[in-house]
């Protein structure tokens, strides 16, 4: 019985690892995620340094007023170029062809107004409205008799200092810069997360695809006459795993040596957040979520007879891995709140929600605990019902089996 596994475990395996797409992937998603990943910081770090680059603001000369002096003033700090004019068509038009970035229009009713034909050049207007903001709070503030001391001590109030306690420990260490973590920590979680619910829906669904072609091509009448409907379930779930845990071992390897290898300050803290109990904790719930699906889809594939048939059935069970990618802003937001907790013990979720929240904060022992419980017995009895859908529906043909004779072969 053992020996027939293992040689349906082989042909699975070998199918798949044999394919171009499968080699290709192997080797060149790494570095294209990470060449991606590259260009994104290069070219935000670019788009966030503006510090050489020549902008020419325009300014509409209005009658004499205080606030008008100092905010030039300010700009002009920057190292733009000022370019003042008391026609509004013309500077209007300097900004249309391009000579300038846009202009300030100052009125004693309305306040200082922005005009330009770029306003999705955020660094600018954002600039400009916190220098127009500072003037204002200076100014309003000098009316009320304080000195220059008091002003600056207003305008630049002390930061808070953050620390991070411990139940290890006793003492603190003062956090050098939370945002920075939380960065890392998101980065990190995220990567992890989408890798695995993509990894479940993509590999899953391949083992629900190569049923349905075995059932459609009439491979798996004369696989019957050799194995039992078990051992071929059992061969093809192990089989299709271990490639998938081939991809992704490749693709963990390739990641740390990059990131060990990189020079790069931002990626030195990941190896303080990816311990080895969060990798071991994060494989383990990946490997059960992913038998459990796998086991769904092939019931899946069983049942079907043709793409069309099989793509309605699986969309259900598409929803479930991927509900979560839905909810991930209020998730990252705060991985403690009731809606990260009750998903994080759903089966199949869990598997790659649980890794993302231990990643993020520190999650009680008993729930990590109470989640990989029910996704272990969840998983368990996954496989045996669809141990059964899949021995009744992979010898029936000729017909699109629905949820209602999935009980009937249950019973």
Not at 173 to 202: D, H, P, Q, R, W
Request: aromatic letters at 10%; proline letters at 3%.
């Amino acid at each position: 019985m053992k020996s027939k596994i293992k040689q349906v475990v082989k042909f699975e395996f070998l199918r798949i690892v044999k394919t171009k797409g499968f080699i290709i992937a192997l080797i060149l998603a790494p570095f294209l995620m990470g060449g991606g990943i590259a260009a994104l910081i290069y070219f935000t770090e670019q788009s966030n340094d503006r510090t050489t680059e020549e902008i020419s603001i325009g300014v509409k000369i209005p009658a004499s007023d205080s606030l008008y002096i100092p905010i030039v003033s300010a700009i002009s700090a920057k190292g733009w170029t000022i370019v003042e004019n008391s026609d509004a068509g013309e500077l209007r038009q300097l900004t249309l062809d391009n000579r300038l970035k846009g202009y300030i229009e100052y009125d004693s009713i309305k306040g200082v107004s922005y005009y330009s034909d770029k306003l999705a050049d955020l660094y600018i207007t954002n600039t400009i409205t916190q220098i127009v903001q500072n003037v204002n709070r200076s100014r309003e503030i000098r009316q009320l008799g304080l000195d220059e001391e008091q002003v600056s001590r207003l305008l630049n109030p002390e930061s808070v200092s953050t620390y991070k306690l411990s139940s290890e420990t006793s003492e603190t260490a003062e956090a050098a810069n939370a945002n920075a973590e939380y960065g890392i920590k998101l980065a990190c979680g995220t990567v992890f997360f989408m890798l695995f619910a993509m990894s479940l829906m993509m590999f899953s669904l391949s083992v629900g695809r190569s049923v349905l072609e075995d059932k459609s091509t009439k491979i798996v009448d004369v696989l019957l006459t050799s194995v039992k409907p078990e051992q071929l379930l059992t061969g093809k779930i192990l089989g299709i795993s271990a490639a998938s845990f081939l991809q992704m071992s490749t693709w963990i390897i390739i990641g740390a040596v990059s990131v060990t290898c990189s020079n790069v300050s931002a990626l030195s803290g990941i190896s303080d957040i990816l311990t080895p109990g969060i990798w071991a904790m994060s494989a383990v719930f990946f490997l059960f979520g992913f038998f459990a699906a796998t086991a769904v889809y092939a019931s899946i594939g069983a049942m079907s007879e043709t793409e069309q048939h099989f793509n309605r059935l699986s969309s259900y069970v598409i929803w479930i891995i991927m509900l979560p990618c839905f909810f991930m802003g209020p998730i990252a937001q705060n991985p403690d709140s009731t809606l990260a907790n009750v998903l994080s013990f759903i089966p199949i979720m869990s598997s790659s929600l649980m890794p993302f929240r231990v990643i993020m904060v520190d999650v009680p022992v008993w729930q990590i605990l109470t989640s990989f419980g029910i996704l272990l017995i969840s998983t368990f009895l996954l496989i045996k019902l669809s141990a059964k859908i899949f021995r009744n529906g992979i010898m029936q043909q000729g017909k699109e089996f629905g949820f209602k004779d999935i009980f009937k072969w249950l019973k």
